[in-house]
């Protein structure tokens, strides 16, 4: 089948263009650094470079195309995060419906549930406009928080030997390896047996920050203590480290708030069972690679 994947050669779809590659699938990959092509040909995909936010280039990417996998990009610096994720899911709906594209898996997240509501009013919905499109069958992939948000600390943790979130220590966090995303959209992407629109939530592991601080601590032979930050204090660090106002509030300081107030507890019910087969005292041994390498 001829299935068009966008993320270039993220943590996600850098695991899914390998699989469906080596399961016969004829695979293009969107990606906006033409540095990339060497690495996405030796994969035994098509690249094809440009910006998902040119309605044209998006269009000639889904041409032909059985199946895509939809995504945005983490492009955390632009000023309006809300409009940046809407235009470019205005191109794909676009190039949906024009090419008559019949299925799609698409990344979105648990927080789309309660997008809209406080404290997530300004969260993207990344599953409405897909499921408006007529003949759609259409998988809505919703994972918890990847576990690679925690290679943004290497630097606070090199230096200050903490870790931490707006959120106490005893507080659970529901959280996801990319690696588990990658193989549920390749298990519909490979078949395309689904129909209608679907919901498939991914948890891989819940711990608390008291409980996440040890295992690190234990991967990396380093002391390491989890700390509760202030939101306003959460806010300073991210906007010294690159990200938006707009992005750095809706998507970590108001998840933060989020899960602080419980917003999120429905997904401990039995019916959101963990269903990723990465643990995340798996993943430390990655985190203390990273580690290795970042001292």
Do not use: C
Not at 43 to 65: M, Q, R, W, Y
Not at 184 to 204: D, E, K, M, P, W
């Amino acid at each position: 089948m001829k299935i068009t994947v966008t993320g270039s050669l993220g943590n996600i779809s850098h695991v899914l263009i390998e699989k469906l590659a080596t399961n016969g699938h004829e695979v293009k990959v969107i990606s906006s650094n033409a540095e990339k092509i060497k690495e996405i040909e030796k994969l035994k995909a098509t690249p094809l470079i440009g910006s998902l936010k040119n309605a044209e280039f998006v269009l000639h990417a889904f041409k032909d195309a059985d199946a895509v996998y939809t995504m945005i990009p983490p492009d955390f610096s632009v000023p309006d995060y809300y409009d940046f994720a809407d235009k470019i899911h205005q191109n794909y709906v676009q190039a949906i419906e024009q090419n008559n594209i019949q299925y799609a898996v698409n990344l979105s997240s648990i927080g789309v549930a309660f997008a809209g509501t406080e404290p997530l009013t300004r969260y993207y919905n990344l599953e409405k406009r897909l499921d408006e499109i007529p003949g759609l069958n259409v998988v809505h992939l919703r994972p918890a928080m990847f576990y690679t948000n925690f290679y943004g600390s290497l630097e606070m943790i090199k230096h200050q030997s903490i870790i931490g979130h707006n959120l106490a220590e005893t507080v659970d966090l529901l959280m996801t390896h990319p690696g588990d995303i990658a193989e549920a959209a390749f298990t519909y992407l490979n078949s395309l047996s689904f129909s209608g629109h679907q919901i498939r939530h991914i948890v891989s592991d819940v711990k608390n920050g008291k409980e996440i601080a040890q295992i690190l601590s234990d991967a990396i032979n380093k002391p390491l203590h989890w700390v509760e930050f202030p939101d306003d204090a959460l806010l300073a660090g991210l906007l010294q480290n690159g990200f938006s106002q707009d992005a750095a509030e809706t998507l970590i300081v108001n998840a933060g708030k989020a899960i602080r107030e419980g917003l999120f507890n429905e997904y401990k019910a039995d019916k959101y069972k963990l269903v990723g087969s990465r643990k995340f005292v798996d993943f430390a041994k990655e985190f203390a690679m990273a580690y290795k390498f970042n001292n």
